[in-house]
């Protein structure tokens, strides 16, 4: 079974530029996660998507971080414009359904640093 | 929402035993609690959940008294490649997780 995608794996951008991240769930999981891990400490919830719905994104900055699930697979996360703040690892992760005892199955992250 | 309080970091050698303790005192009827292992540039990868006494699979096994407000994860006979980091998440009702900082395991030759 393949894991859960993402991309790219790094990323350095200046700050006030954007930047995007791609994310491709295991096949069938209806439940997308975006999680934001910042150095030395646990991943934080940014957004939850069941299928192309959103779930939970109240600790997303909508100020300057939108997030997009089309047609309920793949998923992609942006900020605009990225703050020096920002700098930290992006982890997707999905499950089967949307219950907190349902496994998540994390992707690889992709590293972002912003100078 | 049941926070959780885990050590720091702790430190190992291969072939003992380790047990991580998570306190968790305002843990609800409907919780569960479950370990997650994250390596260096890697995502969580899940390591066992359980709701009461004792769970165990093939890489560890937890213990979970009878009032529920802490948790044990064991891990028999640690190698160099468990040296990670391992989160305790108490989480019902709730879809996403709510992580800590989680423990830091080292294991020394």
């Known amino acids: 079974e393949a894991g859960v995608a993402q991309s790219p794996r790094y990323k350095i951008i200046e700050k006030r530029q954007s930047v995007a991240f791609w994310c491709n769930p295991i096949?069938?999981?209806?439940?997308l996660y975006w999680y934001q891990q910042i150095l030395g400490q646990g991943p934080k919830l940014l957004i939850q998507?069941?299928?192309?719905?959103?779930?939970?994104d109240s600790q997303l900055p909508k100020d300057r971080f939108s997030a997009e699930r089309l047609k309920g697979v793949d998923s992609t996360l942006k900020i605009q414009p990225a703050k020096l703040e920002d700098s930290a690892v992006y982890l997707c992760?999905?499950?089967?359904?949307?219950?907190?005892?349902?496994?998540?199955?994390f992707g690889p992250g992709t590293r972002l640093t912003v100078l | 929402l049941a926070k959780t309080t885990q050590p720091i970091s702790m430190d190992s050698y291969e072939g003992q035993e380790v047990n991580i303790t998570c306190s968790h005192n305002?843990?609800?009827?409907?919780?569960?609690i479950t370990w997650y292992q994250q390596f260096p540039s890697q995502g969580p990868r899940f390591i066992i959940q359980?709701?009461?006494t004792k769970v165990t699979n093939e890489v560890a096994s937890l213990f979970i008294p009878a009032d529920r407000k802490s948790s044990t994860l064991s891990l028999p006979r640690v190698s160099l490649s468990d040296t990670a980091v391992y989160y305790c998440?108490?989480?019902?009702?709730?879809?996403?997780?709510?992580f800590g900082s989680g423990t830091r395991l080292q294991v020394q030759p």
């Open positions: 992760a999905s499950s089967l359904v949307s219950v907190s005892t349902d496994t998540q199955y």
């Open positions: 096949s069938g999981h209806a439940t």
């Open positions: 305002n843990i609800a009827t409907n919780d569960y």
């Open positions: 359980g709701y009461k």
């Open positions: 998507f069941q299928n192309n719905g959103v779930v939970d």
């Open positions: 998440l108490v989480d019902a009702g709730r879809r996403a997780l709510t």
